[in-house]
């Protein structure tokens, strides 16, 4: 139970103010209940206190990249990097700050790597498209999405976003199985993106 442990993790911090361990898990309970300010005050604690593990440094990094503090997320992956330099997952949180902060191509150079490496990783093949689209590279995104979606891990809005961007690129016979799933599964979450999907294929009929 969380609240149990926050309480007992508090009060082991109340006894012994510089055990970082029960500040590093105090900040890990927080992160999983997606608390992240709280989160951070902890790992930034724990840090303080001397705790250099690359997982700390990491779990700082994701919290700050939740902050939307990009420069602090990007200081503190590359720390945990140094620390740990075959967790991927500290490679693709650099690549995420250096993208939030306006260094796209060293981004996208590093997340090839990352893809590369992780294959079968949905969130690492999302960003990905988010950048091919950002470089104006459709073509390759549209690819990209169209292999997740036949694997059936695409969310509806990740499914809409593949129909609109066939629709925009002309290939509407591709787009729509895509439009049928939609209207299949509409939601009104959705259904702002769905309108624009269809604007595009209106704009072509004109």
Same mark, same amino acid.
């Given at each position: 139970?969380?609240?149990?442990?926050? %309480?007992?993790?508090?009060?082991?911090?109340?006894?012994?103010?510089?055990?970082?361990?029960?500040?590093?898990? =105090?900040?890990?309970?927080?992160?999983?209940?997606?608390?992240?300010?709280?989160? /951070? %005050?902890? !790992?930034?604690? *724990?840090?303080?206190?001397? %705790?250099?593990?690359?997982?700390?440094?990491?779990?700082?990094?994701?919290?700050?990249?939740?902050?939307?503090?990009?420069?602090?997320? !990007?200081?503190?992956?590359?720390?945990?990097?140094?620390?740990?330099?075959?967790?991927?997952?500290?490679?693709?949180?650099?690549?995420?700050? /250096? !993208?939030?902060?306006?260094?796209?191509?060293?981004?996208?150079?590093?997340?090839?790597?990352?893809?590369? *490496?992780?294959?079968?990783?949905?969130?690492?093949? /999302? =960003?990905?498209?988010?950048?091919?689209?950002?470089?104006?590279?459709?073509?390759?995104?549209?690819? *990209?999405?169209?292999?997740?979606?036949?694997?059936?891990? =695409?969310?509806?809005?990740?499914?809409?976003?593949?129909?609109?961007?066939?629709?925009?690129?002309?290939?509407? %016979? /591709?787009?729509?199985?895509?439009?049928?799933?939609?209207?299949?599964? =509409?939601?009104?979450?959705?259904?702002?993106?769905?309108?624009?999907?269809?604007?595009?294929? !209106?704009?072509?009929?004109?």
């Amino acid at each position: 139970d969380d609240e149990l442990a926050v %309480d007992s993790y508090r009060q082991a911090i109340k006894i012994y103010p510089s055990f970082r361990r029960a500040y590093k898990n =105090l900040g890990l309970t927080y992160l999983r209940n997606e608390q992240f300010v709280q989160a /951070l %005050d902890c !790992l930034v604690k *724990a840090v303080s206190l001397g %705790d250099m593990t690359g997982s700390t440094l990491g779990m700082l990094g994701y919290c700050h990249m939740q902050n939307e503090h990009y420069a602090s997320a !990007l200081q503190a992956y590359r720390m945990a990097q140094l620390t740990e330099p075959t967790v991927i997952e500290w490679r693709a949180g650099i690549a995420q700050s /250096l !993208l939030e902060i306006g260094q796209g191509e060293e981004a996208f150079a590093l997340m090839e790597e990352v893809v590369a *490496a992780r294959p079968n990783e949905v969130s690492y093949q /999302l =960003l990905m498209v988010n950048m091919l689209l950002q470089r104006g590279e459709n073509t390759k995104a549209i690819a *990209a999405l169209e292999w997740l979606g036949r694997q059936k891990k =695409l969310s509806l809005e990740q499914v809409t976003l593949l129909a609109q961007l066939h629709a925009q690129n002309g290939t509407l %016979d /591709l787009a729509k199985p895509w439009f049928e799933r939609v209207k299949k599964d =509409l939601t009104i979450e959705v259904y702002p993106l769905y309108l624009k999907a269809v604007e595009s294929v !209106l704009q072509l009929a004109e």
